[in-house]
């Protein structure tokens, strides 16, 4: 699986921004998909998953009510809207897959990786 990751940019604080991750490779539906984020000097942090199925979501509370997570099996991508975005969201982010289920926060459990987009919001 080969994860491609746009729509990175700079947004003032308080936009919205919607993050693609486009999949290439067989079986997407069977892959456990995530979102993670690493600011600058900072370590690679969760930000949100989603299930094989779509069914069940995951979010960081950091994030809890801000973003949302989706994915489209149909189509081979995995989204991330986030809304009313903050400073201190900015960093790049990373669409990673993972052939489990299950501990989706874990990055450890992640396969597959993304080459990461930048998020910049400025106040």
């Known amino acids: 699986v080969q994860l491609q990751a746009c729509g990175g940019g700079l947004v003032q604080a308080g936009g919205s921004l919607r993050l693609s991750c486009a999949a290439s490779g067989r079986f997407f539906s069977s892959y456990g998909l995530g979102w993670f984020r690493q600011a600058s000097g900072k370590e690679r942090e969760f930000v949100a998953a989603v299930t094989r199925s779509g069914g069940s979501t995951f979010h960081a509370d950091s994030v809890k009510g801000r973003f949302t997570i989706s994915r489209d099996n149909a189509k081979n991508m995995v989204y991330l809207q986030m809304n009313s975005l903050k400073p201190e969201d900015t960093a790049v982010y990373y669409c990673?897959?993972?052939?489990?289920?299950?501990?989706?926060?874990?990055?450890?459990?992640?396969?597959?990786w993304g080459q990461g987009t930048l998020v910049t919001v400025s106040s």
């Open positions: 990673a897959a993972t052939p489990v289920n299950s501990n989706l926060e874990h990055a450890g459990f992640y396969k597959y």
